[in-house]
């Protein structure tokens, strides 16, 4: 069974930093391009980042470029977002992707002084 | 950007009465590999958002055939045969043939 467990969220001050983390199993990780998807509340669907299967490629929606960095542990089957600088708009459920089949049940960051 | 367009913005359907959502795409979703990748998603009350088709008419593993995708180019329909009550939820469209981009999302309701 595929699963996709993401953390690392919580509560921060604009300008703050955050790690989310996604811990894969059930599948092959490494054999994957993986995503970043977020909803802010009650809101859309916005694509964050994807990145390839070896981390040679990284594409970023415009709003995140220069502040997010996507990146990937397949010894250790883990997708990570380091989101600096952070915004209020920023404030939303990160859903970690597993190409587009598979969504994880996302962690929740708040950006709020 | 592509930019999604769906519409309606909310349904309200009857069990067993059929339901349609259109989303239209500002740019062609035609590939040269002759796919067109647009995937049709449902987000139930409090959960992520589950794949039901992939690149326009394909149904995902385990998901009843009474749903169906179809449409190619820039215009899209996802249609319910015959709505139950599980099926209630916010759909989303979403393109992939560059960066991805969703569509709003249509809130169908019993």
């Known amino acids: 069974e595929v699963q996709l467990v993401a953390s690392g969220g919580g509560l921060v001050q604009p300008g703050g930093s955050l790690r989310l983390s996604c811990t894969a199993s059930?599948?092959?990780?490494?054999?994957?391009?993986m995503n970043w998807v977020r909803q802010a509340p009650g809101k859309g669907l916005e694509w964050v980042a994807n990145?390839?299967?070896?981390?040679?490629?990284?594409n970023y929606v415009d709003s995140v470029k220069g502040r997010f960095t996507i990146s990937r542990d397949n010894a250790k089957n883990s997708l990570y977002l380091q989101m600096n600088s952070l915004r209020d708009e920023d404030t939303a459920v990160y859903y970690c992707?597993?190409?587009?089949?598979?969504w994880g049940q996302g962690t929740l960051v708040t950006v709020s002084s | 950007d592509i930019v999604m367009t769906q519409t309606p913005v909310s349904l309200s359907v009857t069990p067993g009465q059929p339901a349609s959502i259109s989303c239209k795409s500002s740019?062609?979703?035609?590939?040269?590999?002759?796919?067109?990748?647009l995937y049709w998603y449902l987000q139930k009350p409090g959960q992520p958002p589950q794949l039901l088709i992939y690149?326009?008419?394909n149904r995902f593993s385990g998901v009843p055939d009474r749903f169906s995708g179809s449409g190619s180019g820039t215009y899209f329909t996802l249609k319910i045969s015959r709505v139950e009550a599980e099926d209630v939820g916010v759909y989303f469209c979403?393109?992939?043939?560059?960066?991805?981009?969703f569509g709003q999302g249509t809130k169908l309701e019993i």
């Open positions: 992707v597993r190409g587009i089949h598979y």
């Open positions: 059930g599948f092959s990780f490494s054999t994957y391009w």
């Open positions: 990145i390839n299967q070896d981390g040679s490629e990284k």
């Open positions: 740019q062609s979703l035609l590939h040269s590999d002759g796919k067109s990748y």
């Open positions: 690149e326009s008419s």
């Open positions: 979403m393109q992939t043939l560059h960066l991805p981009t």
